[in-house]
């Protein structure tokens, strides 16, 4: 696609339940990216993959937080439990890996854990 | 500990004046830094970079001033438009263009008519 998707726009869930998002990002970008934005904060770093290499986790809350992507592409990342503080706008950032001027970003999902 | 800081969570300017954010950052190793605009709704767009080594960088009415020794860059726009009223971050890597960014919070500029 033209730009990178993600889906759904808005979640809200109840605490203890577990949640999906989901990440399309641009065709052709090697790199995949996730952040979070909370209330007040700047965008904070989760989980970075490019290409076949292993992901960069380093960035990721706890343990009931996961996230996996297929075929290189589609990105899915997975919040088991979830607490009220996961509620944040979650955001997905596509690049190449050479020669990128900056990320893509997508227009985020916005859960909430009630 | 923030390694990227954006100390003024707001910021005013008239319509056709200069708008000036900034932005510190205490990891000595980043090496490359950009500026990304966010509209309500909306994912950040990428605004402008500039690479450790230079001083400047320029686009349009964006202009990107780092200051190594200080640890601090500085986003000029000039003129100002309400256009331009958006939450600005500033953001930063280690490893050149690639690798994960680390983001300050934001400023939010306001350009009023």
């Known amino acids: 696609g033209a730009g990178v998707s993600q889906s759904p726009s808005n979640k809200v869930t109840e605490k203890g339940k577990d949640v999906e998002l989901r990440c399309d990002p641009i065709s052709g970008h090697t790199a995949l990216y996730w952040y979070r934005q909370s209330l007040g904060q700047g965008l904070e770093f989760l989980i970075y993959f490019q290409g076949n290499s292993a992901p960069d986790k380093s960035g990721l809350p706890s343990d009931r937080f996961s996230a996996e992507r297929t075929g290189g592409s589609v990105s899915t990342l997975t919040i088991q439990r979830t607490q009220q503080e996961d509620s944040a706008v979650y955001l997905c950032?596509?690049?190449?890996?050479?020669?990128?001027?900056?990320?893509?970003f997508g227009s985020g999902t916005r859960l909430t854990v009630v | 500990d923030q390694q990227v800081k954006q100390n003024s969570p707001s910021l005013s300017v008239q319509e056709g004046r200069i708008s000036i954010l900034n932005c510190d950052y205490t990891n000595s190793m980043f090496d490359y830094f950009l500026w990304y605009k966010k509209y309500p709704a909306e994912g950040p767009t990428f605004l402008i970079s500039i690479s450790s080594i230079k001083d400047k960088n320029e686009d349009g009415r964006f202009t990107v001033f780092l200051n190594k020794s200080a640890k601090h860059l500085s986003l000029h726009i000039v003129p100002s438009q309400p256009g331009d009223s958006a939450v600005y971050f500033c953001a930063a890597s280690v490893g050149g263009s690639q690798g994960n960014l680390i983001f300050g919070k934001g400023t939010k500029l306001s350009v009023k008519p």
């Open positions: 950032a596509s690049s190449f890996f050479t020669g990128w001027r900056g990320y893509t």
